[in-house]
């Protein structure tokens, strides 16, 4: 079965970085579209990056781009998020995600979720 299993998660300061990464297992990872969401207390969930298949293309929320870096290795079936500036507005649980259509997936909408990590910023 599909599994998509994130680490990397944790408490950092503001103005720290954290990297968090996915495994991910059950499908062809090589045609998938990856990304990553987030969802903070009270608020809807957002999408915050996604990759195409092939890495070629990535989307981003505006509210990180320039900060945050997302990354896959398909050789590895892994996916990645490099957060650095982090803010505390970025304390959320982070999703990693995998879905086959770029058009749906840069709407936030995947077929695949997995748990889940959190994310911190506090001081």
């Known amino acids: 079965q599909v599994q998509l299993v994130e680490s990397g998660g944790g408490l950092v300061q503001p103005g720290g970085s954290l990297r968090l990464s996915c495994a991910a297992s059950?499908?062809?990872?090589?045609?998938?579209?990856m990304g990553w969401c987030r969802q903070a207390p009270g608020k809807e969930r957002e999408l915050v990056a996604a990759?195409?298949?092939?890495?070629?293309?990535?989307n981003y929320a505006d509210s990180v781009k320039g900060r945050f870096a997302i990354s896959r290795d398909n050789a590895k079936n892994m996916v990645y998020l490099q957060m650095n500036s982090l803010k505390p507005e970025d304390t959320a649980v982070y999703y990693c995600?995998?879905?086959?259509?770029?058009?749906?997936?840069?709407?936030?909408?995947?077929?695949?979720w997995g748990q889940g990590t959190q994310v911190t910023v506090s001081s």
């Open positions: 990759i195409t298949s092939g890495g070629g293309t990535i």
């Open positions: 995600n995998a879905g086959k259509s770029w058009i749906t997936a840069r709407k936030g909408q995947f077929e695949y």
């Open positions: 059950g499908f062809t990872f090589s045609n998938y579209v």
